[in-house]
C-alpha cells in the first residue's frame, strides 16, 4: 500500500505559477512509475505528466509542454509538479497516481494508488 498527499495547490492569476508536491508513505515510490492528472468540474479526469522509477523518463500531455516540469526526488519519497505560464483552463483538482510500469501511463486506471487531490485555481 502507497498513501499519497497531494499540496501545494492554491489561486493564481493567469501567468503566475505554482509548485505541488506529492508525498509518498507505507511502500517507496522507487517502486513506481508516479503521475499527475487533472479532473476539472463537469470533466473526466485527463492525464497531465508521468515519470519513470528513475526519473530519466518523462512524458507529458500537449497542453502542458513547455510550460510544466514533473520531477521525483525518491529519497524524500516526493513527487513534483512544477507549473509555469498557468492558464485558466489548467483550474482543476489535481492527483497525483502511482503505477506500475506499463504502455498506458496517461490512463489513469494503470494507477493503483491515487490521493485526495489539490485544487488549482487560475484567474484571467
Known amino acids: 500500500q502507497v498513501q499519497l498527499v497531494e499540496s501545494g495547490g492554491g489561486s493564481v492569476q493567469a501567468g503566475g505559477s505554482l509548485r505541488l508536491s506529492c508525498a509518498a508513505s507505507?511502500?517507496?515510490?522507487?517502486?513506481?512509475?508516479m503521475g499527475w492528472f487533472r479532473q476539472a468540474p463537469g470533466k473526466e479526469r485527463e492525464f497531465v505528466a508521468t515519470?519513470?522509477?528513475?526519473?530519466?523518463?518523462?512524458r507529458y500531455t500537449d497542453s502542458v509542454k513547455g510550460r510544466f516540469t514533473i520531477s521525483r526526488d525518491n529519497a524524500k519519497e516526493t513527487v513534483y509538479l512544477q507549473m509555469n505560464n498557468l492558464k485558466p483552463e489548467d483550474t482543476a483538482v489535481y492527483y497525483c497516481?502511482?503505477?506500475?510500469?506499463?504502455?498506458?501511463?496517461?490512463?489513469?486506471?494503470?494507477?493503483?494508488?491515487w490521493g485526495q487531490g489539490t485544487q488549482v485555481t487560475v484567474s484571467s
Open positions: 497516481g502511482a503505477g506500475q510500469d506499463g504502455l498506458r501511463l496517461w490512463v489513469s486506471s494503470s494507477y493503483d494508488y
Open positions: 507505507g511502500r517507496t515510490i522507487s517502486n513506481y512509475v
Open positions: 515519470i519513470s522509477r528513475s526519473g530519466v523518463t518523462t
